[in-house]
């Protein structure tokens, strides 16, 4: 199944055009690839269905409290890196990030790979990135 806006071919091209060099350089040692991603994880319960003789029924909180997590995952040593809070990742939180990478002090070019989230392609992340 390819999702309605995929362009395959160029997504093609960015592969053989990008990332396999890249990934290739990272296995002789010379870049780390980092794929960085959000995850968000809700604190409520949740039940399946269990079968059982008498059903009881658990009282549970409402509202949305989450415990978010900010990760780059190294693709060749699977070193990960995070970020987490409760309140939602941000611009800060990918800028966090990035300061904790910089801080491993690998010596070699790092490669990041993220998806099509928008805090990570702000002015105020570029700017870090750059200056």
């Known amino acids: 199944m390819i999702p309605a806006k995929a362009d395959t071919e160029s997504q093609k091209v960015f592969l053989d055009g990008e990332i396999k060099p890249r990934l290739a350089e990272a296995h002789t040692g010379k870049r780390?690839?980092?794929?960085?991603?959000?995850?968000h994880?809700?604190?409520?319960?949740?039940?399946?269905?269990?079968?059982?003789?008498?059903?009881?029924f658990i009282q549970s909180p409402a509202g949305r409290q989450r415990f978010n997590v900010l990760g780059a995952l190294n693709v060749i040593t699977h070193e990960l890196v995070t970020v987490t809070n409760?309140?939602?990742i941000t611009v800060e939180s990918v800028c966090e990030l990035l300061h904790k990478?910089?801080?491993t002090k690998l010596g070699i070019p790092i490669t990041q790979l993220l998806d099509n989230a928008r805090y990570p392609k702000c002015a105020l992340v570029l700017a870090y990135l750059f200056a």
Do not use: E, K, M, Q
């Open 41 to 56: 994880f809700v604190l409520a319960p949740f039940l399946g269905y269990l079968w059982c003789v008498s059903r009881d």
């Open 32 to 39: 780390a690839p980092y794929f960085i991603d959000a995850l």
């Open 101 to 103: 990478l910089a801080d």
């Open 86 to 88: 409760d309140t939602y």
